[in-house]
């Protein structure tokens, strides 16, 4: 079982930046495939970025160039740095680990763009 803690979320002006953090706690979470995902007001949860054990990485076309997803499996966190941040990356952004149809997911935490 993997439980999360999001932190590093809040409001940015356009352009600025953000990283988020998901501290997890359980033996497992170096197995997982782990992931961003976001949702904003009346739209679905769509994928963000993720990151395999070994660390390749996949990205959605929109924060392509400028969003980096990491891990370190010895201290069982993962992170996100968003930068050059748009107002329609405004949503709430939830740690996953295990994909899409997994149980184990974060509270959520939101990220607000706007001048």
């Known amino acids: 079982q993997v439980q999360f803690v999001e932190s590093g979320g809040g409001l940015v002006q356009p352009g600025g930046s953000l990283r988020l953090s998901c501290a997890a706690s359980?033996?497992?979470?170096?197995?997982?495939?782990m992931g961003w995902y976001r949702q904003a007001p009346g739209k679905q949860r769509d994928m963000v970025a993720a990151i395999t054990p070994g660390g390749t990485t996949n990205y959605a076309d929109s924060v392509k160039g400028r969003f980096t997803i990491s891990r370190d499996n010895s201290k069982n966190t993962l992170s996100l740095q968003m930068n050059s941040l748009k107002p329609e990356d405004t949503a709430v952004y939830y740690c996953n680990a295990g994909g899409p149809t997994s149980i184990y997911w974060g509270q959520g935490i939101q990220v607000t763009v706007s001048s």
């Open positions: 359980g033996s497992r979470f170096r197995i997982y495939v």
